[in-house]
């Protein structure tokens, strides 16, 4: 799907000629092109620019390509600063944002290809619906059993409980990490993946949620959780520099102890209950 | 091919489709066009469109939600250093401190009526975003943290430094957005994700009903019909060479009000945030100034003090980035061209830096190759912001002329609309304030004037006929200019004729300029012709986009002889409170841009509060 054979297809630019002068850094990047419209088989195209005269990071030489040599280039971005976390996409064979990984000049193309293992919409573009959806199935929000009292001002939490969401509150979900795990490349239906897991594992840690054991029973599942062995790809590539697998260490920790058999009848509840909480195969 | 596509709002729309909500086509300019109903539509969803849409569901009403990005790659994301409240967590505080300081801030050009509705529902928004489980930084209490920041002060100036900027380290901006998207996920909003919002659709009497916006999976286009339309686009930096705005900032919502005939407000004022990294542009938060950081110039000197005695560096933006320009100018910048100032955080003890300002440690190590515990960070005043917007009252109900006659059926919150909260000059941390405020007041004020599960909008048989026609011209189009070129023409234009301090030559040059720019717009040439993620014809018509806003920004500018707030004319220097204390109101007397002119006109400035609670702030000299 996205690991394409290389086709190598030097691009002639039409609008603008491309002389290189002595004192020019040619650099040629392979990318990997797919038309939706026309759906032939994908494949590498080569560009080569002029390093000189251009910003960087990876996300300037494609938006260098894309404004003088190729406008039919495309790929998501916004912020480049490393934020917003749309410029995901595996560069070198490695999972990054293209704003923050440096150009390393080389005498090979610098290949960049969609992330792997994902429906791509168009070129760079990869489909994470199944990925939002399985965010939105951990319920990413504060649930709390009280009902705040009319005078009662934030919820007190002390800086070492706030600590605890260190390394984990400033994901910026940009599926680096879910598309680096072959354990999420063979079940991405019924695993939930290191991004995933490591935000159920955030409001678990929350000292100001109180549907601790609900969450902790909602990932204990033999497919959602325990799907993941370890491998460590998620950790290696995180471009913010957090760590998912051990989250989900932690969470694997706190599942075993608390576990009580009462969860299996907590959970049928909640799945008969809230039929509209995703679970299982999530693409619809 | 569509079900190899599926997306959650289709699926989302499938499933309601059961309870009797029918998506019909119909064919237009040869193009298949779905027709959706809804109560509300929210065009953007970054702060203030997330607030928008939860609010909206949370008052029942059937919600759509249309983002030209996923809403989590909004450009709320990227902000640092956090939302002011008089919570009073770390001194005394009242909200109508913060309200004064918002007020002289905007340099009188505030209306205080917004403000004071601001001002005072900030704890309570602040506290409720707490309660979705924003991640605030904490103090030894548990309470919410607050930092001090650019302008804030207590007892009306005379208390000294207000500690009330609520912070989540230096990422709170993206704490707030991702709490709240959860929230919006909580309440079920119906999000239409990456779908291009072309234009506004009105009736002929002047009701906007709804809007038009193109499908980027798969290039279908579709007619939202609406009983309530709330713009929350954003601003438009991307019209100059540097800014700390990201790509997708092209104020797409404002030059579609814009292309409906109404007017623009403001937009002369454009914020220059004193700390943008040199050269690269990425944002170096005010909280580091908050935090203790001093900016020096090349003899090393703490210069801020000179040009505001009391709060130096923490001075009001408009401030500082003019000390910054000026210091510059007299050649005591910083490197080896003397074209920069240095941020000096290396005297804060480094546990600080890594649990208050982690964030911009780690952006100052990647884009400035600086590590900012041991050496300074090379910073210049960079565009930021755009006070401008679509003229609203304090209720979000947007208005089209001098006389507040109010648009029905249109809002417009956060940064693409002018209360006006901001005035002439923006107070830092005021911005994720204004958001979930005036989101909340959005969704608020349409639950006041339109029912759940109201009958549907009957849109006129060929409404968004003419964009159609004009997006299929342009993804035809084959003229001589690339878009990146005739936008770099554009970017240029703005950055060298608009910058921190205007002069009327540059202004009048710059009046010529964004003219030739606007003509050549119709020698643009798209080379993707073909409907599904056509990027190259999405930047097309942003282009169009920033050119409108650009284009209303160098008139109001050129026009506008005083300086006040983040304006500075050269030429007239002082503040002009006799003839000018007023608001610019700027229209296209055509809606596409190269064939249209520029109209200016002028709208007072509301100066008194909405009731008792708060006195009138009357003009003052302001010096910090």
Same mark, same amino acid.
């Given at each position: 799907?996205?690991?394409?054979?290389?086709?190598?297809?030097?691009?002639?630019?039409?609008?603008?000629?491309?002389?290189?002068?002595?004192?020019?850094?040619?650099?040629?990047?392979?990318?990997?092109?797919?038309?939706?419209?026309?759906?032939?088989?994908?494949?590498?195209?080569?560009?080569?620019?002029?390093?000189?005269?251009?910003?960087?990071?990876?996300?300037?030489?494609?938006?260098?390509?894309?404004?003088?040599?190729?406008?039919?280039?495309?790929?998501?971005?916004?912020?480049?600063?490393?934020?917003?976390?749309?410029?995901?996409?595996?560069?070198?064979?490695?999972?990054?944002?293209?704003?923050?990984?440096?150009?390393?000049?080389?005498?090979?193309?610098?290949?960049?290809?969609?992330?792997?293992?994902?429906?791509?919409?168009?070129?760079?573009?990869?489909?994470?619906?199944?990925?939002?959806?399985?965010?939105?199935?951990?319920?990413?929000?504060?649930?709390?059993?009280?009902?705040?009292?009319?005078?009662?001002?934030?919820?007190?939490?002390? #800086?070492?409980?706030?600590?605890?969401?260190?390394?984990?509150?400033?994901?910026?979900?940009?599926?680096?990490?879910?598309?680096?795990?072959?354990?999420?490349?063979?079940?991405?239906?019924?695993?939930?993946?290191?991004?995933?897991?490591?935000?159920?594992?955030?409001?678990?840690?929350?000292? #100001?949620?109180?549907?601790?054991?609900? #969450?902790?029973?909602?990932?204990?599942?033999?497919?959602?959780?325990?799907?993941?062995?370890?491998?460590?790809?998620?950790?290696?590539?995180?471009?913010?520099?957090?760590?998912?697998?051990?989250?989900?260490?932690?969470?694997?920790?706190?599942?075993?102890?608390?576990?009580?058999?009462?969860?299996?009848?907590?959970?049928?509840?909640?799945?008969?209950?809230?039929?509209?909480?995703?679970?299982?195969?999530?693409?619809? | 091919?569509?079900?190899?596509?599926?997306?959650?709002?289709?699926?989302?729309?499938?499933?309601?489709?059961?309870?009797?909500?029918?998506?019909?086509?119909?064919?237009?300019?040869?193009?298949?066009?779905?027709?959706?109903?809804?109560?509300?539509?929210?065009?953007?969803?970054?702060?203030?469109?997330?607030?928008?849409?939860?609010?909206?569901?949370?008052?029942?009403?059937?919600?759509?939600?249309?983002?030209?990005?996923?809403?989590?790659?909004?450009?709320?994301?990227?902000?640092?250093?956090?939302?002011?409240?008089?919570?009073?967590?770390?001194?005394?505080?009242?909200?109508?401190?913060?309200?004064?300081?918002?007020?002289?801030?905007?340099?009188?050009?505030?209306?205080?009526?917004?403000?004071?509705?601001?001002?005072?529902?900030?704890?309570?928004?602040?506290?409720?975003?707490?309660?979705?489980?924003?991640?605030?930084?904490?103090?030894?209490?548990?309470?919410?943290?607050?930092?001090?920041?650019?302008?804030?002060?207590?007892?009306?100036?005379?208390?000294?430094?207000?500690?009330?900027?609520?912070?989540?380290?230096?990422?709170?901006?993206?704490?707030?957005?991702?709490?709240?998207?959860?929230?919006?996920?909580?309440?079920?909003?119906?999000?239409?994700?990456?779908?291009?919002?072309?234009?506004?659709?009105?009736?002929?009497?002047?009701?906007?009903?709804?809007?038009?916006?193109?499908?980027?999976?798969?290039?279908?286009?579709?007619?939202?019909?609406?009983?309530?339309?709330?713009?929350?686009?954003?601003?438009?930096?991307?019209?100059?060479?540097?800014?700390?705005?990201?790509?997708?900032?092209?104020?797409?919502?404002?030059?579609?009000?814009?292309?409906?005939?109404?007017?623009?407000?403001?937009?002369?004022?454009?914020?220059?945030?004193?700390?943008?990294?040199?050269?690269?542009?990425?944002?170096?938060?005010?909280?580091?100034?908050?935090?203790?950081?001093?900016?020096?110039?090349?003899?090393?000197?703490?210069?801020?003090?000179?040009?505001?005695?009391?709060?130096?560096?923490?001075?009001?933006?408009?401030?500082?980035?003019?000390?910054?320009?000026?210091?510059?100018?007299?050649?005591?910048?910083?490197?080896?061209?003397?074209?920069?100032?240095?941020?000096?955080?290396?005297?804060?003890?480094?546990?600080?830096?890594?649990?208050?300002?982690?964030?911009?440690?780690?952006?100052?190590?990647?884009?400035?190759?600086?590590?900012?515990?041991?050496?300074?960070?090379?910073?210049?005043?960079?565009?930021?912001?755009?006070?401008?917007?679509?003229?609203?009252?304090?209720?979000?109900?947007?208005?089209?002329?001098?006389?507040?006659?109010?648009?029905?059926?249109?809002?417009?919150?956060?940064?693409?609309?002018?209360?006006?909260?901001?005035?002439?000059?923006?107070?830092?941390?005021?911005?994720? !304030?204004?958001?979930?405020?005036?989101?909340?007041?959005?969704?608020?004020?349409?639950?006041?004037?339109?029912?759940?599960?109201?009958?549907?909008?009957?849109?006129?048989?060929?409404?968004?006929?003419?964009?159609?026609?004009?997006?299929?011209?342009?993804?035809?189009?084959?003229?001589?200019?690339?878009?990146?070129? !005739?936008?770099?023409?554009?970017?240029?234009?703005?950055?060298?004729?608009?910058?921190?301090?205007?002069?009327?030559?540059?202004?009048?040059?710059?009046?010529?300029?964004?003219?030739?720019?606007?003509?050549?717009?119709?020698?643009?040439?798209?080379?993707?012709?073909?409907?599904?993620?056509?990027?190259?014809?999405?930047?097309?018509?942003?282009?169009?986009?920033?050119?409108?806003?650009?284009?209303?920004?160098?008139?109001?500018?050129?026009?506008?002889?005083?300086?006040?707030?983040?304006?500075?004319?050269?030429?007239?220097?002082?503040?002009?409170?006799?003839?000018?204390?007023?608001?610019?109101?700027?229209?296209?007397?055509?809606?596409?841009?190269?064939?249209?002119?520029?109209? !200016?006109?002028?709208?007072?400035?509301?100066?008194?509060?909405?009731?008792?609670?708060?006195?009138?702030?009357?003009?003052?000299?302001?010096?910090?």
């Amino acid at each position: 799907m996205a690991l394409a054979a290389r086709i190598s297809r030097p691009f002639v630019p039409r609008l603008f000629s491309r002389s290189f002068a002595a004192a020019a850094q040619p650099q040629t990047f392979a990318i990997y092109r797919y038309d939706p419209d026309q759906q032939a088989k994908p494949f590498l195209q080569e560009y080569n620019i002029d390093l000189k005269s251009c910003g960087p990071m990876i996300l300037d030489a494609l938006i260098k390509i894309k404004d003088e040599v190729d406008t039919t280039l495309t790929f998501r971005r916004s912020c480049r600063e490393g934020i917003c976390g749309s410029c995901a996409m595996n560069i070198n064979g490695k999972n990054g944002l293209a704003c923050l990984l440096y150009i390393e000049p080389s005498s090979k193309p610098i290949e960049i290809q969609p992330l792997p293992h994902t429906y791509v919409v168009k070129d760079l573009v990869p489909d994470l619906t199944n990925f939002y959806n399985q965010y939105k199935s951990i319920e990413p929000w504060l649930k709390r059993k009280d009902v705040k009292a009319k005078d009662d001002k934030e919820y007190f939490q002390s #800086r070492e409980d706030r600590a605890k969401l260190d390394g984990m509150y400033e994901c910026i979900l940009c599926a680096c990490c879910m598309t680096s795990c072959p354990s999420y490349w063979w079940n991405p239906e019924y695993y939930l993946g290191p991004a995933v897991l490591m935000q159920a594992y955030r409001w678990i840690a929350d000292s #100001r949620d109180q549907f601790t054991e609900e #969450r902790l029973a909602w990932v204990n599942d033999t497919m959602k959780l325990y799907r993941c062995h370890g491998i460590m790809n998620c950790t290696n590539c995180c471009p913010k520099g957090l760590d998912p697998a051990k989250a989900i260490v932690h969470l694997k920790e706190q599942v075993a102890e608390t576990y009580t058999d009462a969860w299996k009848s907590m959970m049928t509840e909640e799945i008969v209950k809230n039929k509209g909480r995703e679970s299982g195969m999530m693409y619809m | 091919m569509l079900s190899r596509l599926t997306r959650p709002a289709a699926n989302a729309a499938a499933r309601l489709a059961k309870s009797v909500r029918k998506v019909s086509t119909t064919q237009i300019g040869g193009y298949e066009v779905f027709d959706h109903s809804y109560d509300a539509v929210v065009i953007g969803a970054g702060g203030a469109g997330l607030r928008a849409a939860a609010g909206l569901v949370g008052h029942g009403l059937k919600t759509a939600c249309i983002t030209k990005v996923f809403p989590t790659r909004s450009h709320t994301v990227a902000a640092q250093g956090g939302i002011n409240g008089a919570l009073a967590n770390m001194t005394e505080d009242d909200w109508r401190w913060h309200a004064y300081d918002t007020v002289k801030g905007a340099d009188w050009l505030g209306d205080q009526d917004a403000i004071q509705h601001m001002c005072r529902l900030a704890p309570e928004v602040i506290l409720e975003l707490e309660s979705f489980g924003l991640p605030f930084s904490r103090t030894p209490e548990g309470k919410i943290y607050q930092r001090a920041f650019g302008g804030q002060s207590l007892k009306f100036g005379k208390g000294g430094q207000a500690y009330r900027c609520a912070a989540a380290a230096d990422r709170t901006g993206h704490a707030i957005l991702h709490t709240l998207y959860g929230m919006a996920l909580k309440f079920d909003c119906l999000f239409f994700v990456e779908y291009f919002a072309m234009d506004l659709i009105m009736s002929d009497d002047g009701k906007c009903l709804g809007c038009v916006a193109m499908c980027m999976e798969d290039g279908s286009i579709h007619r939202f019909g609406a009983h309530s339309t709330i713009i929350a686009t954003g601003g438009f930096g991307r019209a100059y060479q540097s800014c700390t705005s990201a790509h997708t900032c092209t104020g797409d919502g404002s030059a579609m009000a814009s292309r409906a005939g109404l007017p623009m407000q403001d937009l002369e004022f454009v914020q220059f945030h004193p700390t943008g990294i040199f050269p690269a542009g990425c944002l170096l938060t005010e909280g580091c100034r908050g935090e203790g950081g001093i900016l020096r110039n090349s003899e090393g000197e703490p210069f801020m003090a000179r040009y505001a005695p009391t709060a130096k560096d923490l001075a009001s933006r408009d401030v500082v980035s003019r000390a910054m320009t000026l210091e510059i100018r007299e050649g005591r910048g910083v490197g080896p061209n003397k074209d920069h100032i240095f941020l000096h955080l290396d005297h804060l003890p480094p546990e600080t830096l890594a649990e208050r300002l982690p964030g911009i440690s780690e952006t100052a190590k990647i884009f400035a190759g600086v590590d900012v515990t041991k050496e300074p960070a090379p910073v210049l005043p960079t565009v930021h912001y755009n006070m401008g917007g679509i003229p609203t009252n304090w209720k979000t109900q947007v208005v089209k002329d001098a006389e507040d006659t109010i648009v029905p059926g249109l809002f417009a919150a956060g940064e693409a609309g002018c209360a006006s909260v901001h005035g002439a000059n923006r107070l830092g941390a005021n911005s994720l !304030l204004d958001l979930v405020v005036f989101g909340r007041q959005a969704a608020d004020t349409t639950a006041e004037l339109v029912k759940p599960n109201s009958p549907p909008v009957v849109l006129p048989k060929n409404a968004g006929e003419a964009s159609i026609a004009r997006m299929d011209k342009m993804r035809h189009c084959s003229g001589p200019i690339p878009t990146a070129v !005739l936008r770099r023409e554009l970017q240029v234009t703005m950055q060298k004729y608009a910058p921190v301090y205007r002069n009327a030559d540059d202004l009048a040059k710059g009046k010529e300029a964004v003219v030739e720019v606007m003509k050549k717009f119709k020698d643009v040439g798209v080379s993707d012709r073909t409907m599904i993620w056509n990027t190259d014809l999405i930047e097309t018509l942003e282009l169009e986009n920033l050119i409108n806003q650009a284009a209303q920004e160098m008139y109001a500018a050129e026009a506008r002889k005083e300086s006040r707030g983040a304006h500075a004319h050269e030429n007239f220097p002082d503040r002009d409170d006799e003839n000018w204390m007023k608001h610019t109101l700027s229209w296209l007397d055509k809606p596409h841009v190269e064939d249209a002119k520029v109209v !200016l006109k002028y709208r007072r400035v509301i100066d008194q509060p909405l009731d008792k609670e708060m006195h009138h702030v009357p003009p003052a000299k302001r010096v910090y």
